[in-house]
């Protein structure tokens, strides 16, 4: 039996593959974004947020550790990995305008455009083919207690099991 020449790191797969997704665009149509993909744990997030221009943050893509990665020979799997996709808002907004100002126009397109290069990388397949959606309206830390950031979100919590294969990301049309 052989042994892998070099560990898959699922944080430069996931970088790699998430370079593929198109900019996502303010509500009014004015402004385009880059998402921004990080992972670590609330302490990791809080030092990033503190030392952050929020205008160059959101839309976030979140990898939040811990989480249990098992390696064989030419492949990695991961039974609960959890991605968070967050903008910054504000508390003022009822859900409703939220789901109009957020949900439909930044997270919910870019939760399809992640779960689209997933289908299309070539390297990447869900365990059940499923994806748990948790939606989180203007969620902080100062609203829940066991938030675990310092900035106001809403965000849509995304939990799956998935195999990263041995090999290169294909090249992604979106």
Same mark, same amino acid.
């Given at each position: ?27 009014d ?6 998402? #921004?993909?990080?992972?670590? !744990?609330?302490?990791?997030?809080? +030092?990033?947020?503190? =030392? %952050? ?11 939040t ?9 030419? #492949?990695?799997?991961?039974? !609960?990995?959890?991605?968070?996709? +967050?903008?910054?808002? =504000? %508390? ?69 099991g998935?195999?990263?294969i ?9």
């Amino acid at each position: 039996m052989g042994v892998q020449k070099e560990m898959i790191i699922v944080e430069d797969i996931l970088q790699e593959m998430f370079t593929y997704l198109p900019l996502s665009t303010s509500t009014d149509g004015s402004q385009d974004f880059a998402h #921004k993909f990080l992972a670590g !744990n609330e302490h990791e997030l809080n +030092a990033f947020l503190k =030392n %952050s221009d929020t205008s160059e943050v959101y839309p976030l893509i979140w990898l939040t550790y811990p989480y249990s990665e098992e390696h064989e020979k030419t #492949k990695v799997t991961i039974n !609960n990995i959890n991605l968070v996709l +967050a903008v910054a808002t =504000n %508390s003022s907004m009822m859900n409703d305008q939220r789901l109009l100002d957020t949900y439909k126009p930044i997270l919910i397109p870019l939760f399809e455009n992640i779960r689209m290069i997933f289908r299309r990388c070539g390297i990447f397949s869900l365990t059940d083919d499923k994806i748990k959606v948790i939606k989180f309206p203007n969620y902080s830390s100062e609203t829940n207690r066991a938030g675990i950031t310092i900035d106001r979100w809403d965000a849509l919590k995304l939990t799956f099991g998935c195999t990263i294969i041995n090999g290169c990301v294909k090249p992604i049309k979106i």
